[in-house]
């Protein structure tokens, strides 16, 4: 098949999730497209069978605001016309699937019928997109799209809670390459970031209030107070002077890694025992799963989709948003002993495998087929 992808080409999980399932499908012999507006993080190397179509927008200065989406939809119209693409995948609600749905209905004055199938990814649908701002354009654009997924049954139910779509929507969860995870390198070996032995926690995120890093600090806080510990943050974004502030004010800076961006967390990963994510709503979790799949349990939240990935009790432990106190109780019993962290991280990575590529690409396959159909 010949598959346009549209993402957002940065750090955030649905642009990871996209890049990554455009070069599984090429792998596979799919012909893919990415059409962004800048190269997505993920796509560093040549990869065969992958083309990359950058979607530029002039600035012209009568526009306060410059036009992307209509920019996005022409050069959808644009790539789809020369490369003859079969279907778009468009990833994030907004505004991916009203500038798709704008592009079919141009390609359709020209005889082409083109299908798009919108993922939803958490954001788009439980924080920026019922916003009423948006919620119309967005109820229309899933409604209207050939087909819809979502990245965890309880995303699937949030999209009926708080939009008028009747539609059937199919969960098609996160996944992971585990030939890529849980190798430890020279370049980052567990002695750099520990040198006294002191376990290590981690947190990888894109630094957003929604992701409540401080809260990470908090329960760092009290881990260390009873366990020798330090504490690696990967990623930046709005919240890292907050974190500072904070750690300065817990006395904490000394044992806190700061990494900042990382293109591919996979390598602090493997120096990781513990993992931590206190998110307010996370739909899926994807560094969750990239944490067990690296063979390291989990302390998170019990919000959205995280149940559905983070089992509690067994590859790691969830706690109620902003439940500090828990968190950090959980956090201690996982590493007070050698026994109970290595049957924590063993049934950890054991989840993990029920998110493999393997099992999950097959699942994207059979939908594009079943929409080529009609
Ligand atoms: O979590 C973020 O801030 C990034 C966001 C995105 O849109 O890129 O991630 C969302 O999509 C990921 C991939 O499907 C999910 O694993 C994340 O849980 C989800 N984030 C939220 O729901 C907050």
């Not at 059409?35 to 306060?64: G, K």
């Amino acid at each position: 098949m010949k598959i346009g992808i549209v993402c957002y080409p940065t750090f955030g999980g649905s642009g990871v999730v996209a890049t990554e399932l455009g070069k599984a499908l090429a792998k596979k012999g799919h012909e893919i497209h990415f059409i962004t507006y800048s190269q997505p993080v993920r796509l560093d190397s040549y990869t065969e069978n992958v083309f990359y179509h950058e979607v530029v927008v002039s600035d012209y200065p009568l526009f306060d605001y410059q036009p992307y989406e209509l920019v996005l939809s022409s050069r959808m119209v644009d790539v789809v016309k020369n490369e003859k693409l079969d279907l778009l995948h468009v990833h994030y609600a907004i505004p991916h699937a009203s500038a798709a749905y704008m592009a079919q209905q141009i390609l359709k004055d020209s005889g082409i019928q083109l299908p798009f199938i919108t993922t939803l990814h958490g954001t788009d649908i439980t924080l920026v997109g019922r916003d009423a701002s948006f919620e119309p354009v967005i109820t229309f654009a899933i409604n209207h799209s050939n087909a819809v997924t979502a990245v965890s049954e309880s995303l699937k139910q949030d999209t009926y809670k708080y939009f008028n779509v009747k539609r059937d929507i199919d969960v098609i969860p996160n996944f992971i390459n585990l030939d890529e995870y849980g190798q430890a390198t020279r370049d980052c070996n567990r002695h750099t970031f520990a040198p006294n032995g002191e376990k290590l926690m981690v947190h990888v995120s894109n630094f957003r209030k929604v992701k409540r890093v401080e809260d990470v600090l908090r329960v760092f806080d009290k881990v260390r107070k009873k366990i020798p510990t330090r504490l690696i943050l990967v990623g930046d974004g709005p919240e890292r002077s907050n974190i500072e502030k904070l750690c300065r004010e817990l006395n904490t800076c000394d044992d806190i890694i700061s990494l900042g961006k990382v293109q591919n967390p996979a390598q602090v990963l493997s120096v990781g025992d513990l993992f931590i994510l206190p998110s307010e709503t996370e739909s899926f979790g994807l560094s969750a799963l990239e944490a067990m799949a690296s063979r390291v349990p989990v302390i998170s939240t019990n919000t959205g989709g995280l149940p559905e990935v983070n089992i509690n009790g067994v590859t790691g432990f969830t706690s109620n948003v902003g439940d500090v106190e828990d968190m950090a109780k959980n956090a201690i019993t996982i590493l007070s002993d050698e026994a109970t962290l290595q049957k924590f991280k063993h049934d950890a990575y054991e989840q993990a495998k029920n998110f493999s590529i393997e099992s999950i690409l097959p699942m994207y396959e059979e939908l594009y087929a079943k929409v080529l159909k009609g």
